[in-house]
Structure formats: C-alpha cells, structure tokens
C-alpha cells in the first residue's frame, strides 16, 4: 500500500507562492501518474492538476492554469505542487493521490486515484 505525506501549508498573502511537497513510502511511486485536488470549506473536492509516470506531462484545472506548476523527482519518490499568485479562492485543504488509470481526459474522476494523502491546509489572506 502506497502511503503519502503532504506538508508545506499555511497561511499566505494573496500575491503570495507556496510549494506543496506530497511524499510516497514506496519506490512504486514511479509507476503512478500522480495529482493534486483541494477542498475547500463547504464544498467538494475539486481537481488541481496531474503529472505523469515519467514528469514528461502535465495537465491543470483552468482555475490553476499558468499559476500552479505540477512536477516530480521519482528519485527522491516526491511530487510537489508550485502555487504561485494565489488568491483567497486558492484556500483550501490540498490532497496528492495517486493514479493508475491512463493519462487521458478526464482526470477529475476520484474513484480514479487509488492512494490518498491526509491533506494540507492552505490558507489564503486577502
């Protein structure tokens, strides 16, 4: 069973950038397209962004679209989430999971992502 750790939230200024590390236990890791979703307060989980097996390929909800950059190190068996000028809707609890499925429209299904981190609170200041 794959096992993820998210860390790196927190309390930024709108303007601001934050980097998400999501860790894996599992040299397996490299076998995943990996993504991120978020949650925000009173509403459903709602998908960020992907990157596949390899870290050749990205894809991005268009809310996140040229602020949020998704990459890897399989080495390191780490997958981080770049937030750059991020604004209060940005505030959310931010999850990695993994995906066995191809990497092939859509990607907002969850019951795609097998492996899921216990998320991280970002916080978005106005």
């Known amino acids: 069973q794959e096992q993820l750790v998210e860390s790196g939230g927190g309390l930024v200024q709108a303007g601001g950038s934050l980097r998400l590390p999501c860790a894996a236990s599992k040299r397996t890791f490299r076998s995943y397209h990996m993504g991120w979703f978020r949650q925000a307060p009173g509403k459903g989980r709602e998908f960020v962004a992907l990157v596949s097996w390899s870290g050749g390929d990205t894809y991005y909800a268009d809310s996140v679209k040229g602020r949020f950059i998704i990459f890897r190190d399989n080495a390191k068996n780490m997958v981080y989430l770049q937030m750059n000028s991020v604004n209060p809707e940005d505030t959310a609890v931010y999850y990695c999971?993994?995906?066995?499925?191809?990497?092939?429209?859509?990607?907002?299904?969850?019951?795609?992502?097998?492996?899921w981190g216990q998320g991280t609170q970002v916080t978005v200041s106005s």
């Open positions: 999971a993994t995906r066995l499925a191809p990497f092939a429209l859509p990607f907002d299904r969850e019951y795609e992502y097998s492996y």
